[in-house]
């Protein structure tokens, strides 16, 4: 009797407690159920983000939506602005989220041998003396300054004229270039020149800019960061140098 007594309590208790265990397991997978339809604001990619667009060309590219909880990749860019300065690593398809490790400097995709062409830029290549091109420090994707100074520049009335006429230009390739021989003069022997090749990515009217410059004058590179402070610039003539 005893123990048909002791039994029944147990398979009582038993089942309370299995009550109380499947009540706490229902109500937890309903407040997974509710946090993970909770919705969270994305970037998604609208059309293809080819590598190396840079960020600020790729807003058009890009769309804010709310989607589930549950459907957020680890890692999405909360905010645009994290990403100033950076490029797509890799190419980008539409419908995908926006990822801060598809981001990258410039200077890191440099590093891995491949600076690609942004899009809607040309890339033209300038031959420059070693002093020109920061005594040969610029590097891949690097930006870089562009200062033209030129003899005679047509309707100014104080000659020659040098200002700085490009701000932030990508470097997407540097080479070596070849060691001119110097013209021959006993009274002044001169060294061997050496050139390096630069490449930069730049637009129609800029690229008409740098090429008036190697044409009518001289170009200089700086070696000039996103950071870089570009107030101040004026055109210099002798008068601003010796006033």
């Known amino acids: 009797m005893k123990t048909r007594l002791i039994g029944a309590i147990l398979a009582i208790v038993l089942a309370l407690s299995g009550t109380v265990v499947l009540t706490g397991y229902v109500r937890g997978a309903d407040a997974r159920a509710a946090a993970g339809a909770e919705l969270v604001p994305v970037f998604l990619v609208t059309a293809e983000i080819p590598a190396g667009t840079t960020a600020e060309q ?39 989220q926006l990822l801060s490790s598809r981001w990258v400097d410039p200077a890191a995709r440099a590093a891995a041998g491949d600076v690609p062409l942004p899009v809607g830029k040309q890339a033209v290549t300038v031959a ?61 022997p001169a ?17 008409e800019k740098l090429v008036w410059g190697q044409e009518w004058g001289s170009v200089w590179l700086t070696l000039e960061p996103e950071d870089a402070n570009e107030k101040g610039s004026r055109v210099v003539n002798g008068k601003v140098v010796f006033p």
């Open 128 to 188: 420059l003396r070693v002093e020109q091109v920061v005594g040969g420090a610029v590097e891949p994707g690097d930006t870089v300054g562009v200062v033209i100074s030129a003899d005679k520049a047509p309707g100014a009335a104080d000659n020659p004229l040098t200002a700085q006429a490009l701000h932030k230009v990508l470097v997407t390739a540097v080479q070596e270039g070849e060691t001119t021989a110097p013209v021959q003069d006993v009274k002044t």
């Open 58 to 96: 790729a807003q058009k590219s890009i769309t804010a939506k709310k989607i589930q909880a549950s459907a957020v990749a680890p890692g999405h860019v909360t905010k645009l602005s994290a990403l100033a300065g950076k490029v797509a690593e890799v190419d980008l398809k539409p419908g995908e």
């Open 191 to 207: 060294e061997p020149a050496s050139t390096i090749m630069v490449t930069l990515a730049l637009t129609t009217p800029d690229i």
